[in-house]
């Protein structure tokens, strides 16, 4: 997820992500924690109201195909929330948490 933009920020090996657990009505674009077969993962949310079908979408430098959910597929497939916030690592041990 290093090419998303979550309030300016990208995702980057050692950063944390805030998830508003409450926030469950995502819409398209929005950047999701979902969990498919209980494996969570981190990605953009794309609904396709004419196919019957969402997108997860991995937006990374490198290539991870796209997860495609059709109706069939929902009853094992759980939004846990939208992410709102990117955590940069610290490079030291005062670890600074920018909101936005």
């Known amino acids: 997820m290093n ?7 990208n995702i980057e090996d050692g950063d944390y992500v805030v998830v508003d657990s409450e926030d469950k009505n995502v819409q398209t674009g ?6 498919i077969g209980g494996l969570g993962n981190i990605k953009k949310y794309v609904e396709d ?16 195909p796209p997860i495609y959910l ?4 929902l009853s094992d497939y759980l939004v846990n929330g939208k992410v709102v916030a ?7 041990n ?7």
């Not at 929005?30 to 969990?35: G, I």
């Open 49 to 64: 109201k004419n196919q019957r079908q969402i997108t997860l979408v991995s937006e990374s430098k490198q290539f991870f």
């Open 94 to 100: 005062n670890m600074r948490y920018e909101f936005i």
């Open 70 to 73: 059709h109706e069939e597929d």
């Open 30 to 35: 929005d950047y999701v924690l979902s969990v």
């Open 3 to 9: 090419r998303a933009n979550i309030g300016g920020k």
């Open 86 to 92: 990117v955590v940069k690592e610290s490079n030291d």
